[in-house]
T-cell receptor, first 110, second 112 residues
């Protein structure tokens, strides 16, 4: 089945710094989402981005489907950005099933 | 618009018991999926329902089952609980099959 790999696994930043999180996938996808898991466990939607580029405030994402990767950019990081970021993909023959990467744990220090 | 609602939020059960978790999707959403999150295995797909029919099933034993009602609410059941079933169970709803998924706050199950 499809493999989803996220890098780096851990990231420590000073407040105000920028970061790039990467998601590689091993097959064609029809769905790609980025989530932020809050301390209570809920997955918060950041982007639904099977292809192209989107921006939402300090966050932006780019998916290059032909090269099988997606990037999540966080600019001017804040302590509230801390947590685990997940990339999840859906594939054509598996309905709405999402396959998750192992996540990137981000810690933003004041 | 209310989000995805999962009940209960926390649950402690004893080995061998069974448990039922509930998920109410966003109003108008017809697809509901369930996921299990553990520190060792990460987030894994359990099953997906659309229009009361199971459309897809993950690689879990038959002790894990689910259903969807005509109002799109879904339940999942785990019978004969094992210690390894301790996990955060997350439910997601989508407007349509394969559309963007939105997650609830999860049910944290502890089996003792």
């Amino acid at each position: 089945g499809i493999q989803v790999e996220q890098s780096p696994p851990d990231l420590i930043l000073q407040e105000g710094a920028n970061s790039t999180l990467r998601c590689n996938f091993s097959d064609s996808v029809n769905n790609l989402q980025w989530f932020h898991q809050n301390p209570w466990g809920q997955l918060i939607n950041l982007f639904y981005i099977p292809s192209g580029t989107k921006q939402n405030g300090r966050l932006s994402a780019t998916t290059v489907a032909t090269e099988r990767y997606s990037l999540l950019y966080i600019s001017s990081s804040q302590t509230t950005d801390s947590g685990v970021y997940f990339c999840a993909v859906g594939v054509y023959n598996q309905g709405g099933k999402l396959i998750f990467g192992q996540g990137t744990e981000l810690s933003v220090k004041p | 618009k209310a989000g995805v609602t999962q009940t209960p939020r926390y649950l402690i059960k004893t080995r061998g018991q069974q448990v039922t978790l509930s998920c109410s999707p966003i109003s108008g959403h017809r697809s509901v999926s369930w996921y299990q999150q553990t520190p060792g295995q990460g987030l894994q797909f359990l099953f997906e329902y659309f229009s009361e029919t199971q459309r897809n099933k993950g690689n879990f034993p038959g002790r894990f089952s689910g259903r969807q009602f005509s109002n799109s609410r879904s339940e999942m059941n785990v019978s004969t609980l094992e210690l390894g079933d301790s996990a955060l169970y997350l439910c997601a709803s989508s407007l349509a099959w394969r559309a963007e998924a939105f997650f609830g706050q999860g049910t944290r199950l502890t089996v003792v």
